[in-house]
């Protein structure tokens, strides 16, 4: 069975780089026709997706968030992994991994990790 | 860049309605859109893809339809544990969600 588990810390200051590992097990990252990438939800708000990356390791992100995203891969961990930079308290969210099928379809998640950016 | 938007934004319905919500776009659309629940402090589960292909393990009284900008899930029977918030999703946007309350 699927499974994806989000680590890193739960508080990053104003201005530095959040840092996320989402840890699969139960499949492999270098499948092919999957797409491995990141959610987020502000406290209380709606979903946003961010980006991803496949097994080609290509990577797609959210037009908005492009500047300040890089989501990359460990194969050999069977992990990947997300930066955001230069944060702001708003995005302090919950921030969910994830596979997705093919066209967005987000068939297994993460359980989650709340970030909060604060000095 | 495509706005999703949904209707209603709350509804209150009682175990046994019959439950349809709007997701609208901004302009026409290919029938990429998915539907997810989401329960308090849970990551979200997806029900519907491709507008109307139901996810495996997804109950039957879960259907989605719809094409162009508009596009409706359909819940035929509400069951205690449907009581949660909807997105709709089409590639990187999501929808502001329904929240469905007893």
């Known amino acids: 069975q699927l499974q994806l588990q989000e680590s890193g810390p739960g508080l990053v200051k104003p201005s530095e780089t959040l840092s996320l590992t989402c840890t699969v097990s139960?499949?492999?990252?270098?499948?092919?026709?999957?797409?491995w990438g990141w959610v987020r939800q502000p406290p209380g708000k709606g979903l946003e997706w961010i980006g991803s990356?496949?097994?080609?390791?290509?990577?797609y992100y959210k037009p908005s968030l492009k500047s300040r995203v890089t989501i990359s891969a460990d194969t050999s961990k069977n992990q990947f992994s997300l930066r955001l930079y230069s944060v702001t308290a708003a995005d302090t969210a919950v921030y969910f991994c994830?596979?997705?099928?093919?066209?967005?379809?987000?068939?297994?998640w993460g359980q989650g990790t709340l970030v909060t950016v604060s000095s | 860049d495509i706005q999703l938007t949904q209707s209603p934004s709350s509804l209150s319905a009682s175990v046994g309605d019959r439950v349809t919500f709007t997701c609208r776009a901004s302009?026409?659309?290919?029938?990429?859109l998915n539907w997810y629940q989401q329960k308090p402090g849970k990551a979200p589960n997806l029900l519907i893809f491709g507008a109307s292909s139901l996810q495996s393990g997804v109950p039957s009284r879960f259907s989605g339809s719809g094409s162009g900008t508009d596009f409706t899930l359909t819940i035929t029977s509400l069951q205690p544990d449907d009581f949660a918030t909807y997105y709709c999703?089409?590639?990187?946007?999501f929808g502001p969600g329904t929240k469905v309350e007893i």
């Open positions: 999703q089409l590639s990187h946007a």
């Open positions: 990356i496949d097994n080609s390791r290509s990577t």
């Open positions: 302009q026409s659309i290919s029938r990429s």
């Open positions: 139960g499949g492999s990252i270098s499948s092919s026709g999957y797409y």
């Open positions: 994830a596979r997705d099928f093919g066209n967005h379809r987000i068939d297994c």
